[in-house]
């Protein structure tokens, strides 16, 4: 992570730190439109919220509420992974986390997205995987604090010196392979899993990369200057 504040020699540039926060929040409110817009398709929801929805069903609180709740979760495994090297800045996690279950919750309602025939299906679920990615690549590139799980994938993947996307992949393949074993278990039915889960366990990582490869330099450079 980088500082929280840009600085331009030994003088603060209020400039830059203004339009990084603002692309920070930006990157939150994409990442969440994203979620809810997999969740429309109609083909399953998104592998990062496939756990939050299984508890969403089984409780009847909403889906904004668990996302909260499991981001918090992975900000703890981040202090078992670091010890001594945990950062309370990484704290700050919880406020953003709590951002973006709202934000989930807000686009849920009002997403006009409901599609019923497959090919829109098929359409909805590519626009939400490169939005997601697109929002994911803005919040890491930022540098602020990342989004609870992105900042557990982030600190595996330092630890293991491994590309982020490709530890996000397995990521999110045992975040959904917990979230299926939970509802056949506790529902006898697949829960919130869907082609969409699959597809994003599987190559939402990769398409991350690519986001990187295609816009990381650019956002860096509009928000340090």
């Known amino acids: 992570m980088r500082p929280l504040i840009v600085m331009n020699g030994e ?23 994203g979620m809810s817009i997999q969740t429309a398709s109609g ?13 969403s069903m089984l409780t009847g609180k909403t889906l ?3 996302i909260t709740a499991t981001y918090v979760a992975y900000i703890a495994a981040q202090a078992v992974i670091l010890r001594r090297e945990f950062q309370l800045r990484i704290l700050l996690e919880i406020f953003f986390s709590t ?3 709202g934000f989930t919750d807000f ?33 890491v590139n930022m540098g602020v604090v990342p ?12 630890k293991l010196k491994r590309r982020f996307g490709d ?14 074993i939970l509802s056949l278990a506790l529902m006898h039915n697949l829960g919130g899993f869907g082609v969409t ?21 650019h956002f860096i450079r509009a928000a340090f200057g």
């Open 11 to 33: 003088n603060i540039d209020w400039f830059h730190t203004v339009i990084r926060m603002l692309m920070y929040l930006a990157g939150v409110a994409i990442l969440a439109l």
């Open 43 to 55: 083909l399953g929801v998104a592998a990062l919220t496939c756990f939050a929805t299984t508890l």
């Open 64 to 66: 904004g509420f668990w």
């Open 99 to 101: 951002l973006i279950g």
């Open 107 to 139: 686009f849920m309602a009002v997403n006009p997205l409901h599609p019923t025939a497959l090919p829109a299906q098929v359409a909805t679920m590519l626009l939400s995987l490169a939005v997601t990615a697109f929002g994911v690549s803005l919040v």
């Open 147 to 158: 989004n609870a799980p992105d900042g557990l994938v982030q600190v595996i993947a330092e």
């Open 167 to 180: 530890v996000k992949v397995v990521f999110d393949c045992s975040h959904v392979a917990v979230s299926l």
């Open 197 to 217: 889960t699959a597809i994003s366990a599987l190559f939402l990582g990769h398409v991350i990369n690519v986001a990187n490869k295609l816009f990381a330099q």
